[in-house]
């Protein structure tokens, strides 16, 4: 099986673009992408697109080739749809066409969010819940979390100021992330304070509404070696998993099976365990999500991650610094966008060339944990630098 | 607003105190629309009454909600157990500061303020 190589990676800041339209934010990001990856255009072979609520937003569907016009490219071109881990199963298949015998496969995903309102981006993201037994009860994504936040509590205890810890942890990695759309940082009470958007959750422990686009330029090891590329950060493991889609029907709302699926199936491919990793980009889309991720991935036992922040072992000076790009809470969280967002800022902090690779130097393992819905689809990578 | 096979009935089912959920060939629990076995295939799962009354395993007060509920705000969903089956309804006739998990509550149907459109609900038993 031949390694993948990450050539390049592009992302357009992540904030608020009111009137730029997704396909603007993707050739941003494509441009970027190429640039860092100094391979031509001509040589993709297919592109790989993630977006969730483009019929909502801009009225539009069939994005694949649209996104691949975007990006310069004439290759076959496929828009992939799982929620808020559109651009990571993006990402995924790009993987799996190369081990299958392409060199170079674009990938990535856009998303418009703020030229909705609030009501009707809520409406949006609803859509990735189940229609009949969540959203006609009224359910939100906030309100979804919330009953996942507030049984984990019932469960295994932790509070509210556990997960404001989460929140503050990733505004303050954010702070000098000139692509993060909030630089700025949090104190424990400014999150309790905030306004209540669904119990248990006030406006900070929430990712805000965001519009960006990323993408990836993906190469086989021979491609890479043939053109001399300069590509240090190399994708050694993949993994996906799906679950029950209604939290209803769960046998546990305070794990996330499919999470733990493609993080055992990521680690096996990789021939490592969670003991290996040095980083992780995890999907804190709320604040209790970040805490189920560390579990799912095996960094810590169910009930266990809860304190993670609050005790510092997930800062930046802790033993597994998490979501050193801010995370989606404060670098922001255009949804079809963000997985391969994650890939893109954990490929810069292992290359060296991002703003927090300073803070883990000898950094040489990362995964990345991408979720779409209240994790009913789960897309793992772990990427590893040269030594 | 058009009927969704399977739920609508449901919702029927419970107005007219009768709500039936589903059991597979290896005993596994459905709500409706299961029309097939997802282990077999096989068509026409069994239907049992859902025990009453349930009881709330976690809840939530929503304050943004989506168009379909903005004028119903804050109001509280839940999941609650009746028996083999977890189910999501909205909690009626009770305060949001007085809900407890363990509660014990009753299936009903009501109306959303916004829309006027059924919803599944939660009263206290």
């Known amino acids: 099986m031949t390694d993948v190589r990450i050539a390049g990676v592009g992302m357009t800041p992540f904030g608020r673009h009111t009137e730029r339209t997704g396909r603007d934010l993707f050739a941003e990001a494509t441009a970027r992408a190429f640039t860092d990856a100094g391979v031509s255009r001509e040589a993709v072979e297919e592109v790989f697109f993630g977006n969730f609520m483009g019929e909502f937003a801009e009225t539009q569907g069939h994005q694949g080739p649209l996104a691949a016009e975007m990006a310069g490219v004439q290759a076959p071109a496929t828009r992939l749809d799982s929620a808020c881990a559109s651009s990571g199963a993006a990402v995924r298949y790009g993987v799996e066409r190369i081990r299958a015998g392409a060199d170079v496969v674009l990938v990535g995903g856009a998303e418009r969010m703020n030229n909705l309102s609030t009501a009707g981006t809520t409406e949006a993201l609803a859509a990735a819940a189940d229609a009949l037994w969540e959203v006609r009860a009224g359910l939100t994504f906030p309100g979804a979390y919330s009953l996942m936040a507030n049984r984990y509590f019932e469960r295994f205890g932790g509070d509210r100021e556990d997960l404001a810890h989460i929140s503050v942890k990733n505004h303050a990695n954010a702070v000098e992330n000139d692509l993060a759309q909030y630089q700025h940082t949090l104190t424990v009470e400014e999150v309790l304070n905030a306004t209540t958007i669904s119990s248990p959750f006030g406006l900070y422990d929430c990712s805000p509404i965001s519009d960006g686009a990323s993408a990836a330029v993906l190469v086989s090891e021979s491609f890479a070696a043939a053109h001399n590329l300069d590509a240090p950060v190399r994708i050694t493991g993949t993994g996906q998993g799906s679950d029950t889609f209604a939290l209803q029907d769960r046998e546990s709302m305070v794990r996330t099976p499919a999470a733990e699926r493609a993080g055992d199936a990521a680690f096996a491919e990789a021939g490592i365990g969670p003991d290996d990793v040095d980083i992780a980009e995890v999907h804190d889309c709320f604040t209790v999500a970040e805490v189920l991720a560390l579990e799912a991935l095996g960094f810590y036992d169910p009930g266990e991650a809860i304190g993670a922040a609050r005790r510092g072992e997930t800062t930046v000076d802790g033993r597994l610094p998490v979501n050193l790009s801010g995370g989606l809470k404060a670098k922001g969280h255009p949804v079809g966008a963000t997985g391969c967002a994650q890939i893109s800022e954990l490929t810069k902090l292992l290359r060296g060339d991002h703003v927090n690779s300073d803070v883990v130097p000898d950094a040489e393992v990362g995964i990345t944990h991408n979720a779409g819905g209240t994790v009913a689809s789960c897309v793992v990578h772990v990427l590893e630098v040269d030594g | ?125």
Do not use: C
């Open chain 2, 1 to 125: 607003m058009t009927r969704d096979v399977g739920f609508d009935d449901f919702l029927d089912a419970v107005e007219a105190g009768d709500p039936q959920y589903l059991v597979d060939n290896d005993g596994r629990t459905h709500l409706p629309p299961m029309p097939y076995d997802p282990a077999t295939g096989e068509k026409g799962l069994t239907e049992r009454p859902v025990p009453e009354p349930g009881e709330i395993l976690t809840h939530t007060t929503t304050q943004i909600a989506t168009p379909q509920f903005e004028d119903d705000t804050p109001y509280v969903t839940a999941v609650a157990s009746f028996g083999p089956v977890d189910i999501t309804g909205q909690l009626r006739d009770i305060s949001p500061e007085n809900v407890e998990i363990g509660q014990a509550v009753t299936l009903g149907v009501e109306r959303s303020e916004t829309r006027d459109e059924r919803v599944l609900v939660f009263y206290p038993a």
